[in-house]
């Protein structure tokens, strides 16, 4: 029983602090770092593919316009997406190193030159064109980005906290100290990162995101499929139900293989070519999740006209963060945790969304997203833009609100008769 015990409690805090600090820093690494770079590249993919499936003269003639130089606008866009995994390698040793005290910038730095040591043939580089590599510097990269990202921080404190570093004289600017502190841990991260690159070069003759790719292949591929996107959209709502920000734990996870199958999306419109990226991140962020987690929407504007003093002051006070898809004053006010009446359409308006996401994309009656964008861009503003233009995208965000109005609509009722009896019952007993 001791034993269970102590199982129990090792393994509660191995998850609090996996949830608490790599995820995080996972997060923080594609939101701060990565996004701002994804979302530059993506105007330049924009110009170049303009929304055509509108039929208007100015459209056309963009169109025509950019076909002979096609290539040469395409050029920020594929330095930008294509060197995506680099600043995640960056950001996440750089967020964990904020965490622990240590150096952000030789950190990050450390976790960039050994990711990027990883990519190359363990060959006569001299002959290895930069175009073969770039496509491991952005999506294809990002597991081995990630490793590269966690691992650097651990290194770099094991070394600082034995004092295994060069130490200068106080007279040394610090500038110059931070460097020789810095270099014994990116020295052992350089030789980490090559050796085990020459390995897996001499054994297989591929590199080592090259590598990952075809172990995790299975993966990417069940990632892209409706039951997994199900499974994700259960599992956010359940720990919303909880009182835990679903959407966190669940991307901190997912975000890898959501962001390389819309990797995948960008360059296949790059080179005209079919999208095949379904479940991306803005299949939830965009298209599922309207008005923030759970699809509220709807709920928000029930509240707004309910006879209920207290859901009609939510409300109105949730409407401004819900037009920029923020709704925890709907999920803690109403509240939506732990409320038996409505966790249930809090869980099945956001499954039905899924469903009809998936279908709409699978058989292209919808554009499948193509582009990323902050999470706080206003509904329909944000599928017109993440499809690339396809006006269909805001039928869709339109119909999934409807529908999940549909849904919270009875259990809302419930749930404000239930109020309404308690509200009057107070003004009784005051009277």
């Known amino acids: 029983m001791l034993f269970r015990k102590l199982l129990l409690v090792v393994f509660q805090q191995l998850i609090d602090t996996i949830q608490n600090v790599y995820l995080q820093a996972i997060r923080d690494a594609f939101s701060s770092f990565a996004l701002p770079v994804i979302l530059t590249g993506a105007i330049f ?12 003269a ?56 050994a990711f990027l040591i990883s990519c190359f043939p363990a060959t006569d580089i ?42 200068m004289p106080e007279q040394v600017p610090p500038y110059v ?7 014994i841990p990116m020295f052992t991260m350089i030789i980490l990162a090559w050796g085990t690159e020459w390995i897996v070069w001499s054994r297989y003759q591929i590199t080592l995101p090259q590598l990952v790719i075809q172990i995790f292949q299975p993966l990417v591929v069940a990632s892209n499929s409706y039951p997994a996107a199900i499974a994700e959209t259960i599992l956010m709502m359940l720990l919303w139900s909880l009182g835990i920000h679903g959407m966190n734990v669940v991307s901190s996870i997912a975000y890898p293989f959501w962001m390389s199958q819309l990797a ?14 379904i479940i991306t991140e803005p299949f939830f962020h965009v298209f599922t999740h309207l008005g923030g987690s759970g699809l509220t929407w709807p709920l928000v504007i029930m509240f707004m006209f309910s006879a209920s003093v207290q859901l009609k002051t939510i409300g ?7 037009v920029f898809n923020i709704n925890e004053p709907v999920i803690f006010g109403a509240p939506i945790v732990l409320n038996p009446i409505l966790m249930i359409p ?22 499948k997203p193509l582009l990323q964008l902050p999470f706080t861009v206003p509904v329909f503003l944000s599928g017109f833009i993440s499809s690339s233009g396809d006006w269909k995208a805001i039928v869709l965000q339109l119909v999934n609100i409807v529908v999940a109005g549909i849904i919270y609509y009875p259990f809302f009722k419930m749930y404000e008769k239930q109020l309404i009896n308690s509200e009057q019952e107070g003004v009784v007993a005051n009277e």
């Open 45 to 56: 993919l924009i110009i170049a593919n303009p929304p055509t499936g509108i039929n208007w």
């Open 58 to 113: 100015p459209i056309i003639a963009w169109e025509n316009a950019v076909k002979p130089i096609m290539a040469q606008i395409l050029i920020p866009f594929n330095l930008t997406f294509g060197v995506m995994a680099l600043m995640v390698a960056f950001g996440t040793a750089y967020s964990l190193a904020s965490r622990w005290d240590l150096d952000e910038s030789m950190t990050g730095l450390t976790a960039m030159l």
């Open 126 to 167: 001299t002959k290895i064109s930069f175009g073969e590599v770039l496509n491991y510097l952005g999506g294809q990269g990002l597991f081995i980005a990630i490793i590269f990202g966690i691992i650097t921080p651990i290194v770099v404190r094991f070394f600082n906290k034995r004092g295994l570093v060069i130490k």
């Open 177 to 183: 100290v931070r460097s020789f502190i810095a270099l």
């Open 264 to 277: 995948a999306n960008a360059e296949a419109a790059a080179s005209g070519a079919e999208l095949t990226g």
């Open 316 to 322: 109105r006070a949730s409407l401004v963060p819900s």
């Open 346 to 367: 809090f869980m099945l308006a956001p499954i039905a969304a899924v469903t009809i996401n998936y279908i709409a994309f699978a058989t292209n009656i919808v554009a």
